[in-house]
C-alpha cells in the first residue's frame, strides 16, 4: 500500500483492485462479497495511516473520474480528485468550490469524512450522494441525511460506499475563480510541508483551539521517532523523511498526544485514519 498513499507507509493488500468505473465497482464488491472477503475503497489515500502488517481482503482502488456540469450543478464521480471538480468548475465560472481545488484526494474521500478548508467543507458544498452498500443496493441520500459536523460523517465507520456526488456553486465568471484558487494554492504552500510525504493533519483541531498550536507549544517541532518526524514548517503535520515505518508513525503520534495531555489537559483526536492489521 505504500505506493498508494501520500504518506508512502504501508504494507501489502491481499487483493488490490482498480476501478474505474459504476459497473466495475458493484461487480468488484460483488465478487468479493461472494467470496466472503473483507472490502476496503480507497480513494486518494490522502488521509490514512495503513499498517505495516497491510490490509486483509480485498482494497479498492477508486479510479472512476468524471464530471458533469448543470448549470451551477456538479455531478462527480466518487474517484474524481476534489481538485479537478474545482477545476471544471472554474472553467465553468461557477463559484464557491475553490477550496476543494487545495485538498488532496477523491471525490468519495471528502464525502466521507467532510473534507474542508478555508472555512468551508464539504457538507456546505453537498447537495446529496449515491450510495452503495455492500450487497450491491444502490441509493439516494440527501445532505441532511449524512450526519455530518467537522470532519465527521454516518458513512464513517461503516461499509456503505460513495458513488457519485452532486455539489452546489454560485454563479460567477472564470478569472475570479481563478484567482482565488491561486491565493489559496500560494496560501498553502507558504504554511505546509508539501515537499515530503504526509498525510495532511494529523489531529482534529479541539474546541476553540489549533492542534498545530498545542503541538507547537508542547516544543515537539522537529521531534523524529525513525524516520517520522513533526514537520518543522507545520506541527500538525508528521512527515515521513525517508523510511518511516506506519509503527514509527503512530508511536510519534502518541507521544505528541500524551504530551499535548500533560501540559494542557486537552485530548488531541486523530483526524488521519488508521487503516489495516494493528497490534493491539
Ligand atoms: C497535503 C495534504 C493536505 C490536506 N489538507 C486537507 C484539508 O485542508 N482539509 C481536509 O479535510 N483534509 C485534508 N487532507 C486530508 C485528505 O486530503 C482528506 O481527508 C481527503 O478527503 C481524503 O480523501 P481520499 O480520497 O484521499 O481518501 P482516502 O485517504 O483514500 O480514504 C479516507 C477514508 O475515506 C474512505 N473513502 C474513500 N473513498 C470513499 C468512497 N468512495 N466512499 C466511501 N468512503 C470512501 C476510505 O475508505 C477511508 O476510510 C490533506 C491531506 C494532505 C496529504
Known amino acids: 500500500m ?12 491481499d487483493y488490490f483492485v482498480r476501478v474505474r468505473s459504476l459497473d466495475d465497482l458493484v461487480g468488484a464488491v460483488r465478487v468479493a462479497r461472494e467470496a466472503e472477503l473483507p472490502t476496503f475503497i480507497l480513494g486518494g489515500g490522502t488521509n490514512l495511516l495503513v499498517a505495516d502488517a497491510g490490509i ?26 476534489l481538485a479537478h471538480v474545482a477545476a471544471i468548475a472554474a472553467r465553468n465560472g461557477i463559484l464557491g468550490l475553490e477550496w476543494m481545488a487545495t485538498v488532496p484526494g477523491t471525490v468519495g474521500g471528502a464525502v466521507h469524512g467532510n473534507a474542508g478548508a478555508f472555512g468551508s467543507d464539504t457538507a456546505s458544498a453537498l447537495i446529496d450522494a449515491r450510495l452503495l452498500d455492500l450487497n450491491g443496493d444502490l441509493w439516494n441520500a440527501r445532505v441532511d441525511e449524512l450526519g455530518y459536523s467537522y470532519r465527521t460523517s454516518a458513512l464513517q465507520k461503516t461499509p456503505v460506499i460513495c458513488v457519485r456526488a452532486r455539489f452546489q456553486g454560485e454563479p460567477g465568471d472564470r478569472p475570479t475563480a481563478v484567482k482565488r484558487i491561486k491565493e489559496l494554492a500560494n496560501e498553502r504552500i507558504a504554511k ?35 524516520d517520522a518526524m513533526v514537520s518543522e514548517k507545520h506541527a500538525n503535520f508528521i512527515v515521513n523523511t525517508g523510511a518511516a515505518t506506519a509503527a514509527d508513525v503512530r508511536a510519534l503520534m502518541r507521544r505528541c498526544q500524551a504530551e499535548v495531555r500533560e501540559r494542557f489537559g486537552v485530548e488531541l483526536v486523530p483526524e488521519v485514519e488508521l487503516v489495516g492489521e494493528w497490534d493491539p
Open 56 to 81: 486483509r481482503g480485498v482494497v479498492l482502488e477508486n479510479g472512476w473520474s468524471d464530471v458533469s456540469v448543470h448549470g451551477t450543478v456538479l455531478d462527480a464521480a466518487s474517484g474524481t480528485p
Open 2 to 13: 505504500r505506493t498508494h498513499t501520500s504518506l508512502r507507509i504501508g504494507g501489502p493488500a
Open 192 to 226: 505546509q510541508p508539501l515537499a515530503q510525504p504526509n498525510t495532511g493533519s494529523i489531529f482534529r483541531n479541539p474546541p476553540g483551539d489549533h492542534a498545530g498550536r498545542l503541538v507547537e507549544a508542547a516544543a515537539l517541532k522537529g521531534t523524529r521517532i525513525g
